[in-house]
């Protein structure tokens, strides 16, 4: 058993739940994500997020729209949809249902 | 002091050294190699390549205007390699469509064919292959070894088969040797694949049209329909490269085992003719009588695989390179190929000379065919009836070559027979029937060409007033095939009448005539030399035909019994 695998497995498990809650305050554009994701040690390259953005996207819970530019092409800045922040929603009630649990198993 | 080039990333404009090109080229065809089976990798590799530009350019200033090495490699620290966030994105599919997990599952371990180093016995073709069809290679080896028998076809296929199928060096690519099972369907699936990611990008683009979120980015816009374009005719290269690949094998191994057989085998090839028209051809016979005695028949032999196979086998050799993507050239055997071909190149145009050189000249000779004269006014002619037979089966046909009406037939190793000679009729200067045969051949100079011209042989036989032409005339084995012709000439006397039997048409040849008769509506009928030439004496069916009647002959003859 690898244990830098098994770190790795259960931060990308929540990766979802921290990009969807990132975007609920306000919109963002990919390097602000990765940024505010990169502080929280979450994650290290940035190759990982576009996929993932891409997929939520095409899953209905993030939209987007372009913004020029000063610093390079045009950049997409995404926010969350509808369905996004009640499938937000759930995630949190399940995240925190999760970390009672854990803390319950671990502590005793 | 290096170079740069100008390089378009998302609309943005940068002048990068080459090498640090190089790099970021192979890094970005690696992200798109990895995400070659995502339904969003366009749009993934969009977003990663706008990002790309703006760290660069956050990189490049009014001082430093050229992006380095150094830039390229931080950007690619930040970005992350593929197999950074290879887990991340299998992770991520999870929880998608299983169908996408099976996908990189494909991609992953897609099989591919490699010479198998544990399990050879020559250079391990056979084992790649029966790796990449899954099955004993005991039966494709049992096929080699036979077809090695066949004209050597399966060796000179064992030889490019060896060339080009890579061996598997490394584990990775022994895995892949080993790697998911590819049978009809596979293929099916990956060819289906290709379609269905071209038709996708069809409506991916008319979405994309039919939106405004496209009005804002006008530019890359433009980049995206020429993306598109190119993309368009990729895949349809790609899928009829890949059937045009398989046409290109097939063909070339037929012409090659063709080939082969003509040059190694005696048998009969079909081909180029009307049904029933065989050309029974085996070279060397051929050779034997086309090759001056100087030159051996192996010389001709070597020319021709030369000349003829390394271009087939180069066929072969590209169609498989491109239907199992091989990369990569071995520049020696290119460069091999190519001198072994002007090789025989070269042997050829020196055949060619040295045959050309026995036509030089042109001679002809003359000589008198006794004859007696006929009882009465009438001389029959007609063709030996059992010669044609001669041509058909009496003779071991392995020695014979048989062009549409054109024969050549060794009748043993000293003669060959030729057919037909021509026949025409001309008005004699006496009161005699004459038979003069004009021959004519070709040759080195004047007096060869007499030499040979002398050495056809033609008889004729006659029976009371019938002459029989044999249909064929023999020349000397050694004396080769050189524009050897004979030509009847029949003097006819003056008001002396000749009959053409059904089967002179073989060999009539325009006969010039009053009635102006074409030499196919001469047969079967009798005609009388007048002084104004041959007119006919029973033409009264056939249409466009002048009657002269001025002479009358005694009841209409018959054709006479034939000697068997």
Redo the contacts between chains.
Sequence with gaps: MNIENTKAQMKKGVLEFCILSILSKTEHYPSEIIEKMKEAKLIVVEGTLYPLLTRLKNDGLLSYRWEESTSGPPRKYYKLTPVGEQFLKELNITWNELVEAVNKTTQN | MNRTITMNL???IFHIEEDAYDKLNKYLAA?RGY?SN???KD??MT??E??I??ML??KVSQTKQAVLMADVESVIA?????E??A???S??NN??SPRAETQYQYSGKRRRVFRDPDEKILGGVCSGIANYFDFDPIYLRGAFAVSFFVFGTGFLLYIILWMIIPEAKTTAEKLEMRGEKVDINNIGKAVSEEFDDLKKRVNNWEQKVNTN?NK??VK?SAQRVGGFITDVFENLFKVFGKIFSILLIMVGVALLVGLLATLFGSGTISAFSAPGDTIRFSLYEFTDVILPESLSPQLIVIGLILFLGIPLSSMIYSGIKYLFGFKGQNKIVKYTANVLWLLGLGIMIYIGIEIGNDFAEHATTKQNITITQPQGQIMYLDLKPNTEEDFEDKHNYRRKIHLGDWYILSKDDQRFRLAYPSFTVVASDNNNFELVAVKSAEGFDKKEAAYRAKNIEYSVTQIDSTILFNSYYDIQAADKLRGQELKLILKVPLNKVIFLSKRMEKIIYDIDNVNDTYDGDMINRRWIMTTRGLECLDCQGLENVTKHDTIIIPAAPTVPALPK
Aim: glycine share 8%.
């Design positions: 998302s609309g943005i992200i995400f995502s339904e969003s749009e993934i977003d990663i706008s990002r530009a703006e350019q956050s930040v970005m992350g390699k593929p950074d966030f887990e991340e994105n992770q991520g929880n998608e979120e804002e980015r890359s």
